[in-house]
Structures are given as structure tokens and as C-alpha cells.
């Protein structure tokens, strides 16, 4: 049989318009695919919601890939173990209470597991806007990553969301552009967001758990995001932070759709 790239062209664009178009109404939609949001979106595709994350990279993991300081290793507390058991990460024990994982097994087995569950990641494409209405986030403005970069003068597209998760990491991108816009208080001491405090792996490994959660009315705040939001330390290459508000956000979430 001979290949006609045609074809594979017409397939591709099908394809992706079919999985873009169903993306536009959702019951969640997640921004970020580091552990966070990955772990956040699989707990949700595997209670059977409609769940779709939107990653600006084009690969998926953002900072579990690098370990600590590029040593492709991670650490886990005892505590969240069982996600890594839960995903069938391979992990073993370092001394008591410690546990090590392979980084790049562990990106990739959570990605795998979550979109076999259902979650429908989006790469290279960027949050820059959010939807608000009656001072409520109801959904997202997204556009090409590669536009962004270029810093072209296109429009973006908009997609409808009953609750969306902030999973950008340090930059708490979603949260900030709420602040800078739609005149919402968040549910910070100050009304805004409050900025990540220095490095402190006990306080932040528990701070992080706890800041995951509804930060204003559809908005929820989800791993190290929430600390930068809610003002807790920075914590380093222990992951298991990461993993568990992850859970914990998909559980509220769960009880609330
Ligand atoms: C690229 C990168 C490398 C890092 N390297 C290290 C390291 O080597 N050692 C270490 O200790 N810590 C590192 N960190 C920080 C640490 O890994 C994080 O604290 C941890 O990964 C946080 O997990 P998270 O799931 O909350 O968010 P992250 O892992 O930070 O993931 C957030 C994701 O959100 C995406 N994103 C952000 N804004 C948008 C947007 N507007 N639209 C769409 N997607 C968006 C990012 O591309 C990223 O993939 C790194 C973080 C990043 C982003």
C-alpha cells in the first residue's frame, strides 16, 4: 500500500478539530502539566468528569523531568508513597520515611496513567486570559504557544469550564492574571497573591497541601502554585507535595461537581 500524505494530513486536522472542539466545554479544565496537575486530572478523568489540561511546553512534566538540580532522581515522603504505588511508579527506600523514584519513570507513568483514565492534555498551548462571569472564573482564553513566542497579533480562543485549576507552578500565572483583571479578592490574608517564601521542605511539604484549594469562586489553586499564592515556602526537588494536592484538589473537586 502506498502512503498518501494527504491523507495523513486530512487525519491529523480531523482528528484534532473532533478533540479540540469537545475541550470546549468541560466540567474541569487544568492549566499545567507538571505533577500537579497531571495527578489533579487523573483522579478526576477516573471518577468519569470531563477534564482537560492545557500545557504551554510542548512536553508534559514541567519541572519533575530535572530532579534536583538536573540529577534526574526524586525524592518522596513516606505520606504520598502510595500515589506513586497508586500510578505503579517504582519507588524504593532510602532511609526511614524517604523514598526515591526514577524522574523520567515518573513523568511519564503519570502521564500515561492519566490520559488512559481520560484526562485530555493539550500541549503547546498557552492560558492567557481567563472567562469571569457574574465574579465567577468560568473558563479560558487560550491561544498557541508558538503565537505567544512570537508575539503575534492573533486573537486567542475562549472554552467554558464548571471549575478550573491553577497548576503553573511557581509563577501562579492563572491566579495572577484573576488579580490583575476581574477586580475578584482572592482568599489570601491580603486579597491578592501573596508570593512564595524561601526554601523550607518540612513547612512547605505540608503549607502545600493545605494552599490547595478553592482560591476564588471557580478557581482553585493546585501545588506549588498555592504556595506562591498563599505565601508558604518553596521545598525543592521532594515531590510528594506535588502529589498530594494534586489528589487532595481532585477530591474537593469531586465534591462540589
Ligand atoms: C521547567 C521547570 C524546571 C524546573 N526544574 C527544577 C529542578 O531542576 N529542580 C527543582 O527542585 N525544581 C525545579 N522546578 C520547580 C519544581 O519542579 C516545581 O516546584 C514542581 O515541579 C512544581 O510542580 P507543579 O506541578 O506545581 O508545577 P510545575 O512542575 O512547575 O509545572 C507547571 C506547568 O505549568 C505550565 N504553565 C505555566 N503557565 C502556563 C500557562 N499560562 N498556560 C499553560 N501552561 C502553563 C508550565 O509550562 C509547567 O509545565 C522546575 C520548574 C519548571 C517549570
Known amino acids: ?23 470546549l466545554d468541560v466540567d474541569v479544565a487544568i492549566v499545567g502539566a507538571g505533577p500537579a ?6 483522579y478526576l478523568a477516573k471518577a468519569n468528569k470531563k477534564v482537560v489540561l492545557f500545557e504551554r511546553k510542548l ?14 532522581e526524586i525524592v518522596v515522603q513516606a505520606a504520598a508513597k502510595r500515589i506513586l504505588d497508586d500510578f505503579g511508579v517504582k519507588s524504593r527506600l532510602y532511609e526511614k520515611g524517604y523514598y526515591l523514584a526514577d ?11 492519566a490520559v488512559q ?4 492534555i493539550f500541549n503547546l498551548i498557552s492560558v492567557e486570559d481567563v472567562m469571569v462571569r457574574s465574579k465567577k472564573v468560568t473558563g479560558l482564553v487560550l491561544n498557541w504557544t508558538a503565537v505567544e513566542m512570537a508575539n503575534l497579533h492573533v486573537d486567542p480562543i475562549t472554552m467554558r469550564a464548571k471549575f478550573v485549576v491553577d497548576a503553573t507552578g511557581h509563577p501562579a500565572e492563572v491566579a495572577r ?17 501573596m508570593g512564595e517564601e524561601s526554601m523550607w521542605a518540612e513547612v512547605g511539604e505540608d503549607t502545600i497541601v493545605k494552599n490547595s484549594k478553592e482560591i476564588c469562586p471557580g478557581l482553585y489553586a493546585c501545588g506549588m502554585c498555592a ?7 518553596r521545598m525543592g526537588p521532594v ?6 494536592a494534586g489528589e487532595h484538589v481532585a477530591k474537593d473537586l469531586l465534591k462540589v461537581l
Open 117 to 120: 483514565a481520560g484526562l485530555r
Open 37 to 42: 496537575g497531571m495527578v489533579c486530572g487523573y
Open 1 to 23: 500500500m502506498q502512503l498518501d500524505e494527504i491523507k495523513i494530513s486530512k487525519a491529523i486536522i480531523e482528528s484534532f478539530n473532533k478533540k479540540l472542539i469537545d475541550a
Open 177 to 193: 492574571i484573576v488579580e490583575r483583571k476581574s477586580g475578584i479578592r482572592l482568599e489570601t490574608k491580603t486579597g491578592k497573591t
Open 103 to 113: 524522574s523520567i519513570e515518573s513523568v511519564s507513568v503519570i502521564c500515561s496513567k
Open 239 to 244: 515531590f510528594g507535595g506535588m502529589l498530594l
Open 227 to 233: 504556595n506562591a499564592v498563599f505565601g508558604g515556602p
Open 59 to 72: 512536553s508534559v512534566g514541567g519541572g519533575m523531568w530535572g530532579g534536583g538540580i538536573m540529577f534526574n
